[in-house]
Structure formats: structure tokens, C-alpha cells
């Protein structure tokens, strides 16, 4: 793979999807440094909320997220294969993509779909019992998201080789395999990478990452699109 890899480090970089919410963390502790489920309760949120699903109002939307609100609520040691519900991944982990437009399209102002599909189920479990949605678990999320964030990719270059694995808890030899052939397109690269995602087993540390914002559009045939931005690290506390 001497298109792909040189000295064991990837020559092509990989994207992060996220929020501006996240920019100092990762900053301070690298791409993968912290699982922020746990940092901001995420986790111990979608616990509570399996275990107060069964006392509240069925609800359509309620038990569609919850499907997902019980993956969020597993340690991720013990999610050993992910093909419970057709995730490929397992929440806690940090997944990167050779595909910047995959990245573009997890991006968003929370920038986690853990924290997405709790926020949801908190909202409609604040509209049916408020007494049960302020307890103190859920605190640091409401806290959050009441934040100022915008979509915001994390580019990372030079990665270790050794850092990455497939998302599926696999080796990265195959997809890494089918990365070299796609550079052979050049003009279809993005399309064909995308889904092409790695687990990282270690942070990236903050000197090899640049951060980029997003933009997200319709095109005339409305189709998704996305423009990438001149980050100002400034405006996310803002």
C-alpha cells in the first residue's frame, strides 16, 4: 500500500463529524481523548431513561429512539458486536472516515447522535411526566445543549496505521485495502470511501488535527450539500 501508507501513517487524511460544542476538548485532550457519554452523563441520562420507559405514556417517536437510547446506555467494553438493532458501531467510541463528505454529514450543532436521541426523549419525557425529566441525572444535558454549537469537522493527518480499526471491531487491513484501490479514482474518491469508517484505539493528539466549519445547503436539484468553512475557534464560545 505505498500510495497509502508511508513509515506506518497514512498519507491521505481522515475526517471527525462533530459539534464546535466539543472544540476545547479535543483540543486540549486529541481526537479521541475523552468519550464525552461519559463526561456529560450521556450515558448514565439514557440509563435512567431505559429504566423510566416501561411507567411512561407509550409514545410512536418514545419507543423508536429508545431502540437506540438502549445501545447509548451499554458500556461499550462489553458491546462486543454491534449487529443488535444494524448498528456497525458501538456508542463511546470515536469513528473517523476518509469521506469528507460522510464527516459533513455527521456534523451538526450537537454533533453527537447519542446526544441527539436523548435530548429527544428527555423533551418528550418533559412533556409528559416534568417531575421525572428534572432529576439531577439529566442536568448536564440540558446543559449542553442549551450551548451555542455549530457543525464542525475535525481533519486528521499523518493517523498511525496502528491507531485504527474497522468499525466493526475488525481488523482495518480490508478497508484500508479497498482505500488504496478507490485512489485510483481520483475524481470518485469521496463516493467511493464513503462507509469506509475506522474505530480509533487511540487519540490523535491535538498537533496533527486542523478543524474546519460546515455549511450545509441544498443544491438546485435538492439534493444535500456541504461547504466547508474558515474555522474561528472564538465564535464557539461565543
Given at each position: 500500500?505505498?500510495?497509502?501508507?508511508?513509515?506506518?501513517?497514512?498519507?491521505?487524511?481522515?475526517?471527525?463529524?462533530?459539534?464546535?460544542?466539543?472544540?476545547?476538548?479535543?483540543?486540549?485532550n486529541?481526537?479521541?481523548?475523552?468519550?464525552?457519554?461519559?463526561?456529560?452523563?450521556?450515558?448514565?441520562?439514557?440509563?435512567?431513561?431505559?429504566?423510566?420507559?416501561?411507567i411512561v405514556e407509550?409514545?410512536?417517536?418514545?419507543?423508536?429512539?429508545?431502540?437506540?437510547?438502549?445501545?447509548?446506555?451499554?458500556?461499550?467494553?462489553?458491546?462486543?458486536?454491534?449487529?443488535?438493532?444494524?448498528?456497525?458501531?458501538?456508542?463511546?467510541?470515536?469513528?473517523?472516515?476518509p469521506?469528507?463528505?460522510?464527516?459533513?454529514?455527521?456534523?451538526?450543532?450537537?454533533?453527537?447522535?447519542?446526544?441527539?436521541?436523548?435530548?429527544?426523549?428527555?423533551?418528550?419525557?418533559?412533556?409528559?411526566?416534568?417531575?421525572?425529566?428534572?432529576?439531577?441525572?439529566?442536568?448536564?444535558?440540558r446543559?449542553?445543549a442549551?450551548?451555542?454549537?455549530?457543525?464542525m469537522?475535525?481533519?486528521?493527518?499523518?493517523?498511525?496505521?496502528?491507531?485504527?480499526?474497522?468499525?466493526?471491531?475488525?481488523?482495518a487491513?480490508d478497508?484500508?485495502?479497498?482505500?488504496?484501490?478507490?485512489?485510483?479514482?481520483?475524481?470518485?474518491?469521496?463516493?467511493?470511501?464513503?462507509?469506509?469508517?475506522?474505530?480509533?484505539?487511540?487519540?490523535?493528539?491535538?498537533?496533527?488535527?486542523?478543524?474546519?466549519?460546515?455549511?450545509?445547503?441544498?443544491?438546485s436539484?435538492?439534493?444535500d450539500?456541504?461547504?466547508?468553512l474558515?474555522?474561528?475557534?472564538?465564535?464557539?464560545?461565543?
Open positions: 500500500m505505498s500510495n497509502l501508507i508511508r513509515n506506518g501513517r497514512l498519507t491521505i487524511p481522515l475526517f471527525h463529524g462533530t459539534s464546535t460544542l466539543f472544540y476545547d476538548s479535543i483540543l486540549t486529541g481526537l479521541g481523548g475523552r468519550d464525552a457519554l461519559s463526561d456529560f452523563g450521556i450515558r448514565n441520562a439514557a440509563r435512567l431513561l431505559v429504566e423510566l420507559w416501561p407509550t409514545d410512536p417517536l418514545w419507543d423508536s429512539e429508545m431502540h437506540y437510547c438502549r445501545k447509548i446506555a451499554k458500556d461499550p467494553r462489553e458491546d462486543i458486536l454491534l449487529h443488535d438493532y444494524g448498528f456497525n458501531f458501538r456508542y463511546g467510541g470515536t469513528y473517523v472516515s469521506s469528507r463528505e460522510d464527516a459533513a454529514r455527521y456534523s451538526s450543532q450537537l454533533g453527537s447522535e447519542a446526544l441527539t436521541c436523548i435530548l429527544c426523549l428527555l423533551r418528550l419525557l418533559e412533556s409528559k411526566r416534568p417531575d421525572l425529566a428534572s432529576r439531577q441525572t439529566f442536568t448536564p444535558i446543559d449542553l442549551s450551548q451555542s454549537g455549530a457543525p469537522i475535525v481533519e486528521a493527518l499523518d493517523v498511525n496505521v496502528s491507531f485504527l480499526r474497522a468499525e466493526q471491531g475488525s481488523s487491513n478497508i484500508l485495502q479497498r482505500i488504496e484501490d478507490a485512489l485510483k479514482c481520483p475524481e470518485f474518491f469521496d463516493g467511493l470511501v464513503s462507509q469506509h469508517n475506522f474505530e480509533l484505539l487511540k487519540p490523535i493528539p491535538p498537533e496533527q488535527l486542523r478543524f474546519h466549519g460546515v455549511m450545509k445547503y441544498k443544491d436539484e435538492n439534493f450539500r456541504f461547504k466547508l474558515p474555522f474561528l475557534p472564538d465564535a464557539t464560545r461565543s
